[in-house]
């Protein structure tokens, strides 16, 4: 789909690189000849993630133990990569979150995600923002929101609020931080199925199902699907895009919001009577 150095100079720095669809990502911006950094909590995982990705592309990748929450960490490690050389590109892929009924919450329960999702994710783009502006180089921020940043879900509420301000923070600094030559941008998949979010989110087996075919494709994302917009969204091609959230759900949350669509189920015989009744 894009050439094979693409991303070739581009320094980026993706949180939650270790597992899940950061992983993906890392590994997709590797082959297309980005130089990647990993952060993340688990050090063995990040070690483990880095080594086998460097193995699969030959790519330069590097990792930061960081917990993203902790703005006194957040600031030295972002020191510590400036030091060896500066970032082109933040992906603001760390999450935190889990399915609750929001009035058994406890707000510890609050603060445990929206301190990764919102403040941690703030952290990291103040943190990169202020040395992109000292030094006049310019920055790339792609934050991972959802659907949901917008339309709302019950059962995820401290995240829903995390996510809803992390798109507000999108569009505000894409206006004051775009004449600066910085750009924001956000992405909001629908079901990519990975083993954290699903053992947090997704309880049962036959739900599973429902969740990944609940859209208009009538089936999951596929990693490479969202990891090539990611790079589309990173690379000087699509510069002047910024301020925008890019929906990749198949469908999904338009499926679940049109009053008719409802009529998705009707057979050919439910649409032959209709058909019959008209006079
Ligand atoms: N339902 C209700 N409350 C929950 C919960 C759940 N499933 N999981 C945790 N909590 C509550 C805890 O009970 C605790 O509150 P309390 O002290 O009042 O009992 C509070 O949240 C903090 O829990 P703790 O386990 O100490 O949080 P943590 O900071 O170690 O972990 C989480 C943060 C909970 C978000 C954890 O799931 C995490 O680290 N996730 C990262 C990965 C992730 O979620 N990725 C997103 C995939 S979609």
Known sequence: MFVSDLLKGKRILI???GSGLGKSTAKR??????????CGRRVALLEETSA????????????KPL???????VEATIAEIWAE????????????NFLARTEDLSHRALDAVVAIVLHGTAYMTLACGKRWIADKHPGNVLSIVTTYAWTGSAYVVPSVMGKAAVLAMTRSLAVEWGPKGIRFNAIAPGPFPTEGAWERLVPRKDLAETFETRNALGRPGRHEELTNLVAYLMADQSAYITGEVVTIDGAEWLTGAGQFNFARSLTDADWAEMASRKK
């Open 15 to 17: 949180t939650g690189g």
């Open 52 to 63: 086998e990705l460097r193995a699969a592309t030959g790519g330069v990748i590097g990792y």
């Open 85 to 96: 050389a500066p970032l082109d590109g933040l992906i603001n892929n760390a999450a935190g």
């Open 29 to 38: 911006l590797l082959q297309l000849g980005a130089e990647i950094v990993i």
């Open 67 to 73: 917990d993203i929450r902790d703005p006194e960490a």
